[in-house]
């Protein structure tokens, strides 16, 4: 898509219902488009303004729901809104495999649009059919059958977001893994071989940012070996990241119970970056968990 200020950017956001559509119009709207959902097609000619100056990007969502939909009718209308050189429309269709949108409905007990009087597979069916035109006709189809709602607006910020001489978003968090993996990390180091200061009364409330602790911490003779092999890695792999127009970057480091070796090896790896030229954000999952000998048990 162009990203020209003169021409009125729009993205019809449709797809299978429970897919993930008001999940990515969320995202696309964090993203400073103007989401509207389930908005009458017919209507469309009236959201693109006369003032350029003025125009900001609009992401319409609408699927077997919204009034009028007749998915020949709307391709028809947006290629004859296309034509215009005042537009640059596209459309984004979500996608999942019938069987995990069977999966997801029964697992929440939501009534499926088209599915009326028959079971939830028969809905699936026959929506799936109504709307093969328009995922046969979409610019970008996204399939979420193994996502999870923040894997897909990981990817709909990737595909949406603005490009160009946007920097990398590079984040650095620290977790605990007796408190469960972190959803998304690109790239994660494991700080549990360092010697633990839970097991430091006096440590043992304080956290990775504490001079104490990082004191505990550096004191530990495989630290630096170890984080200098990270800060190489981090500094040689970044650079090509960016090369590969990634627009976001997570960078995670876990210990135990994410309050005392991940803080403090995040904070320091961020430091790293920054003298880099990097401008990371720093991120403290468990920070403020209450600190527990049940699970510190590395």
């Known amino acids: 898509m162009s990203d020209s200020p003169s021409r009125q950017r729009i993205l019809l956001v449709t797809g299978m219902s429970g897919a993930g559509k008001s999940t990515a119009l969320q995202v696309l709207e964090d993203l400073g488009w103007e989401a509207i959902d389930n908005f009458p097609l017919r209507l469309l000619t009236n ?18 729901r ?10 028809a209308q ?17 996608d999942c495999s019938s069987s995990e949108l069977e999966r997801r409905y029964n697992e ?19 929506e799936r059919e109504l709307l093969e035109p328009l995922r046969s006709w979409a610019e970008v189809l996204i399939d979420t059958s193994e996502f999870s709602a923040n894997q897909l607006g990981q990817v709909v910020r990737e595909r949406f977001g603005k490009s160009g001489s946007r920097e ?38 304080l956290t990775g940012q504490d001079e104490p602790v ?13 984080f200098a092999r990270i800060a190489d890695t981090l500094l040689e792999l970044l650079p090509r990241y960016a090369a590969q127009d990634r627009s976001y970057l997570n960078i995670a480091f876990g210990c135990t119970g994410g309050r ?12 790293v970056l920054r003298e880099a030229g990097f401008s990371p954000t720093v991120l403290h999952r468990n920070l403020e968990s209450r600190s527990a000998d049940p699970l510190e048990r590395r």
Not at 50 to 59: F, K, N, T, V, Y
Not at 110 to 120: D, G, L, N, T, Y
Not at 175 to 202: K, T, V, Y
């Open 214 to 226: 990082a004191k505990h911490i550096e004191a530990d003779p495989a630290l630096e070996p170890a």
């Open 168 to 205: 990398m978003t590079v984040t650095v968090s620290s977790f605990g893994f007796a408190r469960g993996m972190p959803p998304l990390a690109d790239l994660l180091f494991d700080m549990r071989f360092l010697d633990n200061p839970h097991w430091q009364p006096e440590l043992r409330d």
């Open 260 to 271: 005392h070796r991940s803080v403090y090896s995040a904070e320091r790896a961020a430091r």
């Open 108 to 126: 929440t007990r939501r009534p499926h649009p088209m599915a009326r009087e028959r079971p939830v597979a028969g809905g699936i069916k026959a």
């Open 66 to 75: 919204t009034r009028g939909f007749v998915p020949a009718d709307i391709i």
């Open 78 to 94: 947006c290629e004859v809104l296309g034509a215009s050189e005042d537009v640059d429309i596209s459309t984004l269709f979500i």
């Open 47 to 64: 959201l693109v303004g006369s003032d350029a100056e003025s125009r900001s990007p609009i992401a319409i969502g609408f699927d077997s």
